[in-house]
Every structure is written in structure tokens, then in C-alpha cells.
């Protein structure tokens, strides 16, 4: 559900343990990398990395599916009815609700990048995983404490009809304190927990390669799974007033989450982490600064290291590309460049693989900025969606009160089909069209779904307009429908699968 991840490469760590370790006692220590290198090189010499007959595969995997389910039931428990509990029970009105979920969920995306970065650089997937699992569970037992004995006052409070007292300050407090809690725990375990799942199987095996592809999306239905059950049982409940109990529901199911990820710990594959990249990343720009006068040199005569052995422990080399030149003049080399002893300095050379490297990042800069318009389209379903249902006629045949919350439902089963079309009908058209097994290219499929995401909001606002002309002066509703939220929600579903499904 979320395009969060910036993760480093480690697919190829296995491919590279017998020849690192061979390697490593005959290689001369460089100072200027010695403390770069001596973490990078200890998740290398050891014969024990991956151990592939006795660990991983589905076994361990399917854990890992269980533990996302279950999370996400848990987070999107409190996340999907989060705007409703700011009106009902703290007191805010319904544009400062709107401002604070999307906060809210801002922090949630920004600590997927926290997560991502410690687990590559040092803490490794595991126990990433399992500290921000245990975070999220404290977020969760203090979020129903606080609910249950603060700010549910007077008892089933929060439904349509009951809004609640005022709040008394440490209740509050203890709130906001809890739901941030939620959000550095889910938004640092998501992408760990996938990329984990990933390391499960083996990438030379063609097998466990085929097995890698399927659990993404296995990973993916997870999420959908998870969510399902949250945006209409538990949104039900939630509706009616019975808030402490959602909360107290979600906590089980993250406990249940964490207790099976803990119990297959003895039977995962582990990939150890490989040092911090953004040194790596900042000697291109600070090496081709201090070459800016340097005439660029021929393609050829760039700086790599000899071999197959990459800069980029436990990685492959990237080839030469034309583009952003101005940085090939970091590996350049000059005279400059070697010291007495013969050792290279990294800040003022670097290998191509680095300049590649650092070119990559820039070339995803745009792709970021378009991902930042997304969010804010995406980010309406959990404020405004809610809110504009919330004041429309939800009575169905038999006088049932459809929770505003769960018409997001429309969103999970519009994934869910689409997905289905993508890969079986879109995908064998243009591919057969094109000349290529993927049919459309990925900045082709992202950006029909960013024109799909602005249609949602188009027919967002057409649903706002029908609204208001039949709003009901007495109690702020309109006899309008909520089911005309439905194509929006559609919408959004058919662009998620487009901007954020990875063919």
C-alpha cells in the first residue's frame, strides 16, 4: 500500500562469500577505507551468511506473510478510523482532523526510510524487524490504556449520536504520544519485513528465484487480507463507539504478529548488513567538485577497480552511462591521486561503479518528487474520503448504518481485480504489441496511474458538489448516498496498482 522503500543492493551477497573470503587476507589495508571496509567486509568473511539447505525458503516465509498480515490488520485498526476519533472523542474539527492524519501518515512514510537505512547499514533486516515490531506494540498497548481509561468518557462515547467530554490533558497527551509510536514502529517494519521475506530465497537458484517473484505477491495479498478484515469489522465496532475495544484488538493481533516472528527465528536465512552508503555516495559529489577544471577523460580511461571485485561490497559492478558527465570527473585519476604509499583516497577518487551509483540516485529525484503529488491523492482516503462520507446518507436496505471508514473496502477489491487484469490482460497485450514480456515500460504504467489518481480526485469533487446541493440545514448531512464514493475509491485502487505494483 505504500511506495516506500530505498533500499540498498544485497541480492548477490551469497554469490560473493567464497570469493570475498578468499580475497580479503590478500588485499592491502587502505586507511582511508579501513573503518568503512571492516564493516562492510564482516558480513563478507563469514562461511555461515547464508545457510541455504537448512534455512529460508517457505517454510520461514510463509511466518513473515502471517506477521504482515497481522500488522497490518493491526495498524490500519487505528489508522482508518483515525480521523473520526479526532472529531468524536478528542474534539477537533474536521479540517484540523484532516491536517493531522495526513501527518500522521507522513511520519508513517518517512520512518519507512529510517527503517529501510538501518537495516541496510547496521542493524540488519531481523533485528530491524523486531525493534520496530516491539515499538509498534508499545504504540498499540498505550493507545488502548489511553483510550480506555482517559478519553472513552462517558463510557461508548464516540458513536454518531454520543460525541465525548473534553479530554483531560494527560489522556491526550498519552494519545498523540501512542499513535506517533504506531506510526515509527509500522512505517520502520513494512519495508524491512518484505525485503527479509525476499532474503528467503535464494536469487542463483532458478527455483527459489520463481518462489522470490511469488512472494511479493503473496505479500502484497497479505496487506490486502490484513486491511480487509480491519476497514469492516473492526471499523464497525469502532463506529458504534466501542473505540477500546478496536484498540485492544489491534494490540492481540500485533502481539500474535510478533510472536510469530519471533518463533521462526531459528529457521530464517540471514544477510548481514554492509555499512553505511551515503559516504559512498557523498565522495562522487565531493571528489568531482575538487576536479571541476580537470578536462573530462575518455570513458575508457575512468578509474575501476580490476576484476570482478566491485566497490560496492557484496554487489556488481554498474556499467558506464553518458548522462550527468560532469560527475565521471571523480574518477578521473590524477597525479594528485595517489599518495607515497601508493594507497588512493576516495574523497578525491572514486570507481565508476560509485559515479554510477550516485547517478542513479539523481535519476530517481524525479520519480521521488511524482510519488510526493501521489501521496497527497492517496493520503485523502484515510481524512477527507472519510469525512465526506461521514456527512452523507449511509442507511441501506434495512436501515443498516454503513460506516464511513469501511467504503475503502472498494479500494482493497479494486486492487485486487485490477491487479488480475493488469497481469493477465494489459501485460499479454502490450507485451505482444511491444515486443516485451512486461508490455509497458514501469515510468509508463506509473504515469498512467498518476492520470488514473487524478480522475479519483476529479470524481472526488463531483461527488462534493452533488453533496452539498442536498445538505440538510438542520443537522449538516445530505440525503445523498455515500455509495457515490464508490468510483473514487475505484479509482484510487486501479492507480495504486499501477504507481505502486512492481510487475
Given amino acids: 500500500m505504500d511506495p516506500m522503500d530505498s533500499l540498498n543492493t544485497t541480492s548477490k551477497i551469497a554469490q560473493k562469500v567464497r570469493e570475498d573470503n578468499t580475497n580479503l587476507e590478500s588485499e592491502p589495508v587502505d586507511p582511508y577505507y579501513s573503518n568503512n571496509e571492516k564493516a562492510m567486509t564482516s558480513c563478507l568473511n563469514i562461511g555461515d551468511c547464508i545457510k541455504r539447505k537448512s ?20 495498524f490500519f485498526g487505528v489508522g482508518v478510523n483515525l480521523v473520526l476519533f479526532l472529531t468524536r472523542v478528542i474534539g477537533q474539527d474536521n479540517a484540523n482532523a484532516a491536517n493531522s492524519v495526513s501527518k500522521w501518515t507522513g511520519t508513517v512514510y518517512l520512518c519507512s526510510l529510517v527503517g529501510a537505512f538501518l537495516s541496510d547499514s547496521y542493524w540488519g533486516r531481523y533485528l530491524t524487524c523486531a525493534i520496530f515490531q516491539l515499538i509498534f506494540v508499545l504504540g498499540l498497548v498505550l493507545l488502548s490504556l ?26 491526550t497527551a498519552m494519545f498523540y504520544m501512542a499513535i506517533y509510536l504506531v506510526a515509527f514502529g509500522y512505517g520502520g517494519h513494512q519495508p524491512t519485513l518484505a525485503t527479509f521475506g525476499a532474503d528467503q530465497f535464494e536469487e542463483t537458484n532458478p527455483k527459489e528465484k ?18 480487509l478484515f480491519s476497514n469492516t469489522i473492526l471499523v464497525y465496532y469502532e463506529d458504534v463507539g466501542n473505540w477500546t475495544l478496536g484498540f485492544w484488538v489491534s494490540t ?7 510472536v510469530l516472528f519471533l518463533l521462526g527465528s531459528p529457521g530464517y536465512r540471514y544477510v548481514k548488513p554492509c555499512g553505511n552508503p551515503l559516504p559512498r555516495v557523498a565522495q562522487v559529489f565531493v571528489a568531482a567538485a575538487r576536479k571541476w577544471n580537470v578536462v573530462p577523460a575518455d570513458k ?10 566491485s566497490a560496492i561490497k ?21 597525479e594528485k591521486d595517489e599518495c607515497e604509499n601508493g594507497l588512493i583516497n576516495p574523497w578525491r577518487l572514486c570507481t ?46 434495512g436501515g443498516f448504518h454503513v460506516p464511513a471508514a469501511s467504503m475503502s473496502t472498494f479500494d482493497i477489491f479494486s486492487v485486487l481485480i485490477c491487479t488480475g487484469i493488469y497481469c493477465q490482460v494489459l501485460v499479454p497485450i502490450t507485451g505482444r504489441l511491444r515486443g516485451n514480456t512486461k508490455g509497458i515500460t514501469e515510468l509508463q504504467r506509473m504515469g498512467v496511474g498518476l492520470i488514473i489518481g487524478m480522475l479519483a480526485m476529479v470524481a472526488a ?8 446541493k442536498r445538505v440538510t440545514p438542520e443537522n449538516h448531512s445530505s440525503s445523498l448516498s455515500i455509495f457515490w464514493q464508490v468510483p473514487q475509491y475505484v479509482l484510487v485502487g486501479a492507480s495504486e496498482v499501477l504507481c505502486m505494483w512492481d510487475n
Fill in 352 to 397: 565508476v561503479t560509485q559515479v554510477e551509483e550516485a547517478k542513479c540516485i539523481i535519476r530517481m529525484l524525479p520519480i521521488w518528487l511524482c510519488t510526493i503529488i501521489y501521496s497527497v491523492v492517496f493520503t485523502q482516503m484515510a481524512s477527507l474520503f472519510v469525512e465526506q462520507g461521514q456527512a452523507m446518507n449511509a442507511k441501506i436496505v
Fill in 300 to 309: 575508457n580511461g575512468l578509474y575501476e577497480l580490476e576484476g570482478s571485485e
Fill in 252 to 258: 492481540g493481533s500485533a502481539v500474535i504478529a510478533l
Fill in 146 to 171: 489511553s483510550s480506555w481509561l482517559f478519553l472513552i468518557k462517558p463510557e461508548g462515547c464516540g458513536s454518531v449520536e454520543t460525541f465525548c467530554t473534553p479530554n483531560s490533558s494527560i489522556g
Fill in 55 to 74: 534455512t529460508g525458503g517457505w517454510k520461514s516465509a510463509t511466518l513473515l506473510l502471517a506477521n504482515q498480515g497481522l500488522a497490518t490488520l493491526a
Fill in 210 to 227: 520463481s518462489s522470490k517473484a511469488a512472494f511479493f505477491s503473496y505479500f502484497y495479498s497479505a496487506l490486502n487480507v490484513g486491511s
Fill in 314 to 334: 557484496g554487489s556488481r559492478k554498474i556499467v558506464h552511462s553518458n548522462e550527468f558527465e560532469c560527475l565521471d570527473k571523480a574518477a578521473i585519476l590524477t
Fill in 461 to 468: 469533487g463531483v461527488t462534493e458538489i452533488e453533496r452539498l
